[in-house]
């Protein structure tokens, strides 16, 4: 599912962008070409994610987003580079960074290793949460400043995942849906292109050339490819009728070119996705593990549905990259990394653990994988003397109700 996704997004940006990239830079590949080299980056970062030790994930998960704050706050200076309106990247030499992304994995990691410490305490809602929403309505505020709508929206998701898998009540979350509310409303107040958007979502034909051309254009891409599409690379749209083709509407072009058929393929990747994520968290023992692993899943699947979803026009344009198929280095990178911690915690499940030791024990070393790619033995989860069983979800005690 992984190198699937990973094969297909390369497929899909090489043919969604050779004629925005000849026309920059003279090379139908440049794009590619960038794409690939984050690809290379991002399967480093995959394999540090597939071998790092747990503990030491989760022990240095704090100073991982305290870092991940710090960038933030950097891009908000001078050392911050504006694109296209948003100043939301860091420049370092040729490349670009945007701490926006990393700072996704971090509250993941971080907001699980806080409620998983406080599990006993989380059926009083101040340990619930302080100091984890704080923290999350201040890294907010940072990337609202950019500003940034779209990763604000998918970092609510992680935050939301963290609670909802925490067992955070009902009451908590009608609570967060009206501050939502009430927040988006007033953010589409105080920018007039936010304002724009929602106006075009709500009444399509009200701004045909304006506001709701890229959503009109990404429609008509979706419709021109029918059931099986008109062909790889022969699509239409990328010729500048549909800004952002291999980024934020990729899912457009892979309609057009490939037809309902590759939409359904996509859907069924990123399904599965949902399947065997969350599988790895019901089958581990560590509450660290399954509290994490069932929030990356989250992060990772809801991301991909709002990108469809505003693609599709079931809702509003926010500006989210599709996971590992839209173009983009720093998203792609974070991206893989999370998948590598996936793997590394579905080898943590007590079934994985007593296969590979079991190996191990039979033929006095591991197995070919495992040697090739220099990977540490699990190590099998053993719960503190006194702490309480970790059921699902984590806090059995205060749940939902």
Same mark, same amino acid.
């Given at each position: 599912?992984?190198?699937?996704?990973?094969?297909?997004?390369?497929?899909?940006?090489?043919? $969604?962008?050779?004629?925005?990239?000849?026309? #920059?830079?003279?090379?139908?590949?440049?794009?590619? /070409?960038?794409?690939?080299?984050?690809?290379?980056?991002?399967?480093?970062?995959?394999?540090?994610?597939?071998?790092?030790?747990?503990?030491?994930?989760?022990?240095?998960?704090?100073?991982?987003?305290?870092?991940?704050?710090?960038?933030?706050?950097?891009?908000?200076?001078?050392?911050?580079?504006?694109?296209?309106?948003?100043?939301?990247?860091?420049?370092?030499?040729?490349?670009?960074? !945007?701490?926006?992304?990393?700072?996704?994995?971090?509250?993941?990691?971080?907001?699980?290793?806080?409620?998983?410490?406080?599990?006993?305490?989380?059926?009083?809602?101040?340990?619930?949460?302080?100091?984890? /929403?704080?923290?999350?309505?201040?890294?907010?505020?940072?990337?609202?400043?950019?500003? =940034? &709508?779209?990763?604000?929206?998918?970092?609510?998701?992680?935050?939301?995942?963290?609670?909802?898998?925490?067992?955070?009540?009902?009451?908590?979350?009608?609570?967060?849906?009206? $501050?939502?509310?009430?927040?988006?409303?007033?953010?589409?107040?105080?920018?007039?292109?936010?304002?724009?958007?929602?106006?075009?979502?709500?009444?399509?034909?009200? =701004?045909?050339?304006?506001?709701?051309?890229?959503?009109?254009?990404?429609?008509?891409?979706?419709?021109?490819?029918?059931?099986?599409?008109?062909?790889?690379?022969?699509?239409?749209?990328?010729? =500048?009728?549909?800004?952002?083709?291999?980024?934020?509407?990729?899912?457009?072009?892979?309609?057009?070119?490939?037809?309902?058929?590759?939409?359904? /393929?996509?859907?069924?990747?990123?399904?599965?996705?949902?399947?065997?994520?969350?599988?790895?968290?019901?089958?581990?023992? =560590?509450?660290?593990? #399954?509290?994490?692993?069932? +929030?990356?899943?989250?992060?990772?699947?809801?991301?991909?549905?709002?990108?469809?979803?505003?693609?599709?026009?079931?809702?509003?344009?926010?500006?989210?990259?599709?996971?590992?198929?839209?173009?983009?280095? +720093?998203?792609?990178? &974070?991206?893989?990394?999370?998948?590598?911690?996936? $793997?590394?915690?579905?080898?943590?499940?007590? !079934?994985?653990?007593?296969?590979?030791?079991?190996?191990?024990?039979?033929?006095?070393?591991?197995?070919?994988?495992?040697?090739?790619?220099?990977?540490?033995?699990?190590?099998?989860?053993?719960?503190?003397?006194?702490?309480?069983?970790?059921?699902?979800?984590?806090?059995?005690?205060?749940?939902?109700?």
């Amino acid at each position: 599912m992984f190198g699937l996704l990973i094969l297909f997004g390369l497929v899909m940006v090489l043919s $969604a962008s050779n004629v925005e990239s000849y026309n #920059k830079v003279g090379s139908s590949y440049a794009v590619f /070409v960038q794409q690939l080299a984050y690809c290379g980056f991002g399967l480093v970062l995959f394999w540090l994610g597939l071998r790092m030790p747990v503990r030491m994930l989760r022990g240095t998960s704090g100073l991982f987003l305290i870092g991940c704050v710090v960038l933030l706050a950097m891009v908000l200076s001078p050392l911050g580079a504006e694109i296209n309106g948003a100043q939301k990247w860091l420049r370092l030499g040729p490349l670009s960074l !945007q701490p926006s992304e990393p700072t996704k994995l971090a509250l993941a990691l971080w907001g699980a290793h806080v409620l998983i410490t406080k599990r006993a305490l989380l059926h009083q809602w101040r340990h619930l949460l302080v100091p984890l /929403v704080p923290m999350a309505v201040a890294i907010f505020a940072l990337v609202m400043l950019q500003p =940034d &709508l779209g990763t604000t929206i998918t970092l609510a998701v992680v935050l939301l995942a963290l609670l909802w898998f925490g067992g955070a009540p009902l009451e908590l979350f009608g609570a967060i849906v009206i $501050a939502a509310v009430a927040g988006a409303a007033a953010m589409a107040g105080l920018a007039g292109y936010r304002s724009m958007r929602i106006q075009s979502f709500l009444h399509p034909g009200s =701004d045909p050339q304006g506001a709701a051309y890229q959503a009109r254009q990404a429609m008509f891409s979706l419709a021109d490819g029918g059931w099986w599409g008109v062909g790889l690379g022969q699509g239409s749209a990328k010729w =500048d009728y549909l800004p952002n083709a291999h980024n934020d509407f990729i899912f457009a072009i892979i309609g057009e070119e490939l037809g309902f058929l590759g939409c359904l /393929v996509v859907l069924l990747l990123f399904g599965t996705l949902a399947y065997v994520g969350i599988r790895i968290a019901a089958r581990n023992t =560590d509450p660290w593990i #399954k509290l994490v692993s069932a +929030t990356v899943t989250t992060w990772l699947v809801g991301q991909a549905a709002i990108n469809i979803g505003y693609v599709v026009g079931l809702l509003p344009i926010t500006g989210i990259p599709l996971p590992l198929i839209s173009s983009g280095g +720093t998203s792609i990178a &974070l991206t893989m990394l999370a998948f590598g911690l996936l $793997a590394n915690f579905a080898r943590h499940e007590p !079934q994985a653990v007593s296969a590979l030791r079991h190996e191990s024990a039979r033929s006095g070393r591991h197995g070919g994988l495992s040697r090739l790619l220099q990977l540490r033995p699990p190590v099998p989860y053993v719960p503190a003397p006194r702490s309480r069983a970790a059921g699902w979800p984590i806090a059995s005690s205060g749940g939902r109700r």
